[in-house]
């Protein structure tokens, strides 16, 4: 009887971990910072997401990373790493922008960053999501989340 209990609980704990989010929100304003090796050994060697190529977006060059876990329903996430640009102290940084079909991994996200250092500088809506911009003296993101929860983005730069 005290087996079945454990083997419950066991796999209780091993389905709920594999379909926890990927990212967290430090995990996200460390790769600004990192170099296109660092980054790919992150996201594909420890992470499990497989780079797709380039794309652009708004004019702007982004590397895409995806990763589908599958579950009910399927949960599809995204990183895109932009090129890197020098900042104005001469170090090179990348745009990160992470999309995810995941309403509590976005959530996760949102309650990640509050608890973070940077400071909550605007709180707003516009006709499709509600709008999270975070700041501090050396990272600036925004949180998107959809009024429907079923997409979101998280964007972070380094400044």
Not at 48 to 66: D, I, R, S
Not at 93 to 120: C, R, W
């Amino acid at each position: 009887m005290m087996k079945r209990y454990l083997l419950a609980a066991l796999l209780f704990f091993a389905c709920t971990g594999a379909y926890a989010q990927s990212l967290a929100f430090g995990d996200l304003l460390n790769l600004t910072s990192m170099t296109d090796a660092q980054t790919r050994d992150m996201l594909a060697s420890v992470k499990g997401f497989k780079a797709v190529g380039n794309m652009t977006l708004n004019g702007k060059t982004y590397v895409q990373y995806t990763k589908v876990t599958k579950g009910t329903p399927d949960k599809n996430e995204s990183v895109l790493i932009g090129t890197p640009v020098k900042s104005t102290t001469g170090i090179l940084t990348h745009e990160i922008i992470f999309n995810t079909t995941q309403a509590s991994d976005l959530d996760n996200l949102l309650a990640e960053a509050k608890k973070s250092n940077l400071t909550l500088v605007f709180q707003g809506a516009d006709l499709t999501s509600n709008i999270y911009r975070f700041d501090n003296s050396l990272f600036r993101a925004n949180i998107s989340l959809a009024f429907d929860k079923k997409s979101g983005n998280v964007d972070v730069q380094q400044k």
